[in-house]
Nanobody
Framework: QVPLLDSGRGSVSVQVGWSLKLSCAANGYDFSRCGLYWYRQAPGKERELLATIRSDGTINYSNTVKGRFTISQDNAKTTMYLQMNSLKTEDTAMYYC?????WGQGTQVTVSS
């Protein structure tokens, strides 16, 4: 069964300083009336809200990723992205997208030195 919000790949490994772009695609709907959210959760830690696009277009970032991560969506408002630059080992976590009440399956991002 195709998920309503599909985050695609289950895991990815990169090295410190690399860039990575995560995406989540809506199946059967669009984001035009929804806020978009990216979260992450590292082992033993609480889930952290990283980036938001509100329904009015306002964008916000957590202080831990501001300046390094960028949230966006495509013109069709069916795919959301998280561009992550200058990755650090502490960015290792499971990353989740959320939109319109739906959650992506999550992508494990591992950053190694």
């Amino acid at each position: 069964q195709v998920p309503l919000l599909d985050s695609g790949r289950g895991s990815v490994s990169v090295q410190v300083g690399w860039s990575l772009k995560l995406s989540c695609a809506a199946n059967g709907y669009d984001f035009s009336r929804c806020g978009l959210y990216w979260y992450r959760q590292a082992p033993g830690k609480e889930r952290e809200l990283l980036a938001t696009i509100r329904s009015d277009g306002t964008i916000n970032y957590s202080n831990t990723v501001k300046g390094r991560f960028t949230i966006s969506q495509d013109n069709a408002k069916t795919t959301m992205y998280l561009q992550m630059n200058s990755l650090k080992t502490e960015d290792t976590a499971m990353y989740y997208c959320q939109a319109c009440g739906e959650w992506g399956q999550g992508t494990q991002v591992t950053v190694s030195s």
